[in-house]
């Protein structure tokens, strides 16, 4: 049918000679016009004959090409509106979008504009996508983190849904880390996610810890809860460690490199076996997590902008079953194997 070899010999030399798509289309459209005219009633029936196909056909076909290509340039548009301008992220300015997004921010004398330049330009590790890392990489995603990057490698069972809030039932099965990728962009288009769905361990932890500016550890694993805190005092790095059990949470900042404590320093002895049991074997209220992850969340903005006083060298501790909140002062011990030689 010379009609469709007709629209095949232009598209495929145009991708041929790499012509531009708007010739290609120009060219097209042409070909389509000859095509309808060709076949027009007062045209003599043998060039209808020799083109092929018939008018009722020709222009379906053009109807249905020009919806596709308004579908296209409408979805350009949308794209163009909502998704984050790479220039504008990488200079630290904000668009009108965002500026709209984090005005009450930006109204706290404490942040105002340069503490949400901080926000923006810092890059943060949340290690754990469970009960305490769930409030907090969504607040940390809210309030405009830069670049969060989060470790776990665990998948999303039903059993998490009663209190790790980053994720949802349409997702039981998936990797953790992807979950809350996918909550969190969900939230902001305008921070970068960062998933590592593995372990952290000895092998990767100093590479990838040094690529943030400040760590917030949520996990209930003691191996790794020692390993996070010795990898950041010796790298200098700042940590926001919580931790929870059935109705009681504590959190602190550990920090020894600006004169603070290092967890080893508050902890220097592991508990025994089965003394510090984990949410799964000791339960826990549902609600608690939030509370602490948003702790964490709320010293990490305060330790970016430099607002207000943190928990460094102050243990946090709250008894949610009596309402009770606990400040309990700590210093880092001289004899710490871990940041005893270092002075802030």
């Known amino acids: 049918m010379i009609g469709l070899v007709g629209f095949a010999v232009i598209f495929g030399t145009g991708r041929w000679l790499a012509w531009p798509a708007r010739w290609v289309w120009l060219m097209a459209w042409g070909w389509l016009v000859v095509l309808l005219v060709a076949h027009a009633p007062y045209m003599p029936a043998a060039l209808g004959d020799f083109v092929g196909g018939e008018f009722r056909g020709w ?40 500026l709209d997004r984090y005005a009450r921010h930006i109204m706290l004398r404490e942040i105002g504009g340069p503490g949400q330049k901080s926000l923006k330009s810092a890059r943060v590790l949340v290690v754990g996508a469970g009960g305490l890392g769930s409030p907090a990489l969504l607040y940390l995603a809210a309030s405009g983190v830069g670049t969060i990057g989060v470790i776990d490698d665990d998948a999303v069972e ?20 992807f979950s809350a990728e996918a909550a969190m962009r969900a939230l902001n288009p305008f921070v970068e996610v960062r998933p590592y769905h593995r372990r952290l361990d000895e092998a990767v932890a100093a590479d990838l810890i040094a690529d943030y500016d400040l760590v917030l550890d949520g996990t209930d694993n003691l191996d ?54 984990s949410c799964a074997e000791a339960g826990v209220a549902a609600a608690l997590p939030g509370v602490i992850g948003a702790m964490m969340a709320v010293e990490a903005i305060k330790q970016i902008t430099d607002a207000g006083e943190g928990l460094r060298g102050r243990l946090m ?28």
């Open 224 to 277: 790794t809860r020692y390993l996070v805190n010795r990898v950041c005092a010796r790298l200098g790095k700042p940590l926001i460690a919580g931790a929870i059990t059935q109705w009681e949470g504590q959190i602190s900042l550990y920090d020894p490199a600006r004169g603070g404590p290092c967890f080893d320093c508050v902890f220097p002895v592991r508990p025994a076996p089965g003394m510090v049991p």
């Open 59 to 98: 222009f379906v076909l053009g109807v249905l090409a020009a919806l596709g290509l308004a579908y296209r340039a409408g979805l350009r548009r949308v794209r163009s509106r909502v998704e984050p301008k790479a220039e504008a992220a990488r200079s630290g300015s904000f668009s009108p979008v965002e």
């Open 317 to 344: 501790i709250y008894d949610a079953l009596y309402a009770q909140t606990r400040m309990i002062s700590i210093k880092k011990r001289a004899d710490c194997a871990v940041c005893g030689g270092q002075h802030g």
């Open 158 to 177: 039903g059993s998490n849904l009663q209190r790790q809030i980053v994720h949802a039932d349409a997702r039981i099965g998936m990797p953790k880390v």
